[in-house]
């Protein structure tokens, strides 16, 4: 066994979970809290890429195309949830799906019509352009190092406003029971715009993480949302720290099935099998985790305390 | 009742009736135009395009009809569309088809129809070799030979053990195939990646793999737009120091924009493997990359050229017919001659109807402009056949 590589790889899975987390964290608020089901998130997600890759071709800074493109996409995200989402709240799941659905045909075409079907680069500064040598001759890309700090710092950020905010007890009281926060005389409606909008921008910060490494391209979002889903129903819809832990948990293994599996499969099968099934499998593996949370505890792993 | 017979009577008059006398030339193009990959059929289609301006629509004095599909990179609606073509619209030529996989699923209702099917891009083995079909053509070229070339290029670099990564899917391992054929010396590793709609971008882990292995050079294919992503998270993990990158039908015009947007110096420099390249030297070549850069803006991509190959090799053969579309051997034995001018210059067909051409290796330049292309550098494979070809019954 090879540590160093498996350190590498450990830090890879961490790096991708912190990436699920800032997607995951808006998507399971809007869910727990307001239940309502955005399929749409993944566009908030491709609109903070492309304000972000915009802002960099005109500034010629990424962090400053960052710092622009957040309160950007809160802005979209705060619109969306005035004009579409918020006359959809008393209706039914369905109608949700159908709704931002549409909603998702619209950024895409939207997106296609103003910056066209090929795509954005995001160039980066010099310094996190780079790598950092780790021990035993491994590398690690500064980018990389950076995604997870955010990551993380988001997550301490989020931890306290949830904990130990007056804004963080309306929310929790909002996702345990919504009817009695209403009740007591809580603006809800305001509440509910708010954590859309920090929804969006998180997902946004996410887009704008990932499009340095791959792109910002049309639908981008609509690949990585599954997952996003996959990721609250493990950690418990409504919970932050469900989504954290379970971000983290999808991150590595979807990291380590993609690393290790065919040296694994090789034992008993034949390498060529094992090369061909081996993305396969791991590109599976994050859903029997689904299936087996569904199985033994459907309420997630952590779910918000309801009652 | 009475009604309804009439009514069936009359529609079969109305479907007989177009087909009595063929007064144009119908083609069937399927590529990818929606999902990102819709930038390669893009390009394609704007070939096509500008193929038909520069044949004046007209083919032996047909006019010529056009109709575009969508195979949404998915297999099963490559082979919804080939049928469509087939029996709704009743087209001569279907053409078209970048990815291996959706050829192959959608070849069958064109080939069981005695319609002519080409390919302007995917080249699988299986249509080289076993399935090999007297109506199946193609203007690109075999999926392993690419690859051997490369793997010629990494033998006279004196490259000794090479970590190859591509897609999960027939493409994929046929050019790794290909690769393995001629590297003489040792693969190092080897990782097959998702792929589809949504194809994995993200290669991290591949690439620390790489990284560990130790392997002394890594091969990759990736076409469209994880071309571009790899690149940068190959320079971004550091690898270029110490590990050279050799691709195939990674960085093309389609990819090059967007590494020159995104200020990617590392590209420069970089070499791959093709049949074809924007400056080489024909007249044909010459008039297609001019053509397509005045009207369109940019350099046209392999996919381009191929495209544009694929309606003068249709029409070449309509005016040995003198029209007749009905005369299907003499459209096949026409066709077989590869007797047009292509943009990659002079070539001829195999037994298997695919091309028997050079193979070049190309160098990353910036042209007398600044914009990133590509030059050839040197020519590797001469009049080379793909390897399937022997399997072949034709």
Redesign the interface.
């Known amino acids: 066994m090879?540590w160093?590589?498996f350190t590498?790889?450990m830090l890879?899975?961490v790096?991708?979970g912190v990436l699920l987390f800032l997607l995951a964290a808006g998507l399971t608020l809007v869910f727990g809290i307001m239940d309502f089901v955005n399929l749409a998130h993944g566009s908030l997600y491709m609109m903070g890429a492309y304000f972000c890759a915009t802002l960099v071709?005109l500034t010629d800074s990424f962090v400053l195309g960052v710092i622009l493109a957040l309160p950007l996409t809160a802005l979209l995200g705060w619109l969306v949830e005035l004009i579409v989402v918020r006359a959809l709240y008393t209706h039914d799941h369905l109608d949700h799906v159908l709704a931002t659905f549409g909603l998702i045909l619209c950024f895409d075409t939207a997106v296609d019509f103003i910056w066209g079907?090929?795509?954005?680069?995001?160039?980066?500064p010099e310094i996190l352009?780079?790598?950092i040598d780790l021990m035993g001759g491994?590398?690690?890309?500064?980018?990389?190092i950076l995604i997870i700090c955010t990551g993380l710092a988001v997550a301490g950020f989020l931890y306290v406003m949830v904990a130990h905010t007056r804004i963080g007890m309306l929310i929790r009281a909002g996702a345990s029971n919504r009817t009695m926060v209403m009740a007591l005389g809580v603006d809800i409606g305001k509440l509910f715009a708010l954590v859309f909008a920090v929804g969006a921008a998180l997902a946004g910060l996410a887009g704008m993480l990932?499009a340095?490494?791959?792109?910002a391209?049309?639908?981008?979002g609509n690949?990585i949302i599954?997952v996003a889903f996959v990721v609250i129903i493990i950690g418990g819809i409504g919970s932050i720290k469900g989504a954290f832990v379970a971000a983290m948990l999808v991150g590595l293994i979807d990291?380590m099935g993609?690393?290790f599996l065919?040296q694994l499969l090789k034992i008993f099968m034949s390498s060529e099998s094992a090369?061909?099934s081996?993305?396969?499998l791991s590109?599976m593996a994050i859903y029997i985790l689904m299936a087996m949370v569904l199985a033994f505890r459907p309420q997630g792993l952590f779910p918000p305390k309801v009652r | 009742m009475i009604k309804k017979i009439t009514a069936l009577a009359a529609m079969g008059a109305f479907l007989a009736a177009p087909a009595m006398a063929a007064d144009k030339v119908k083609i069937g193009f399927v590529t990818t135009i929606t999902?990102?990959a819709?930038?390669i059929g893009?390009d394609m289609v704007d070939a096509v395009n500008l193929a038909m301006e520069d044949i004046g629509g007209k083919m032996a004095g047909l006019d010529v009809e056009l109709i575009i599909e969508d195979d949404g990179f998915k297999p099963p609606v490559g082979k919804q569309k080939v049928d469509k073509l087939v029996k709704k619209d009743k087209v001569d030529f279907i053409g078209g088809f970048i990815w291996s996989h959706v050829l192959l699923a959608a070849k069958k209702p064109a080939l069981d129809s005695g319609t002519f099917l080409i390919s302007s891009n995917a080249g699988p083995s299986q249509l080289a070799g076993k399935q090999c079909d007297k109506n199946f053509f193609s203007t690109s070229w075999q999926n392993d030979q690419t690859p051997m070339a490369m793997g010629e290029v990494l033998n006279q670099n004196g490259v000794k053990s090479v970590y190859v990564m591509a897609p999960?899917y027939a493409a994929g391992?046929n050019m790794i195939a290909g690769v393995e054929r001629t590297f003489k010396g040792k693969i190092a590793g080897?990782?097959?990646?998702?792929w589809g709609?949504?194809a994995?971008?993200?290669f991290?882990?591949?690439l620390?793999?790489a990284?560990?292995s130790g392997a002394e050079a890594l091969w990759v294919f990736y076409p469209g737009?994880a071309g571009?992503?790899l690149i940068?998270?190959y320079?971004?993990?550091?690898?270029r120091d110490t590990m050279p990158l050799y691709t195939v039908f990674t960085v093309d015009s389609?990819a090059l924009?967007?590494?020159q947007?995104?200020?990617?110096q590392g590209v420069l420099g970089s070499r791959n493997t093709q049949h074809w390249g924007p400056d080489l030297d024909n007249p044909q070549n010459k008039k297609f990359v001019a053509g397509f850069k005045k009207k369109y803006g940019h350099y046209p991509s392999f996919y381009a050229a191929q495209s544009y190959d694929t309606i003068f090799l249709i029409k070449s053969a309509v005016e040995a017919v003198n029209g007749d579309l009905s005369n299907k051997d003499g459209i096949r034995a026409a066709m077989k001659k590869a007797d047009f001018p292509s943009t990659r210059g002079k070539f001829s067909y195999g037994n298997n109807h695919f091309p028997i051409q050079n193979f070049y290796l190309r160098e990353v330049v910036a042209d007398a402009d600044g914009v990133w292309t590509t030059k050839i550098v040197s020519t590797v494979l001469e009049n080379h056949q793909d390897p399937y070809a022997a399997d072949c019954k034709m």
């Open positions: 090879d160093g590589l590498i790889q890879n899975g790096q991708l071709q079907p090929t795509g954005m680069a995001i160039p980066l352009d780079s790598h491994h590398t690690f890309p500064v980018f990389r990932i340095p490494i791959t792109e391209s049309i639908g981008m690949e599954i990291t993609r690393s065919d090369e061909t081996a993305p396969a590109a | 999902t990102p819709g930038v893009q999960n391992k080897r990782d097959l990646t998702k709609k949504d994995q971008l993200d991290s882990a591949e620390a793999k990284k560990a737009k571009g992503a940068k998270q320079e971004q993990a550091g690898l389609i924009p967007k590494l947007a995104g200020n990617l």
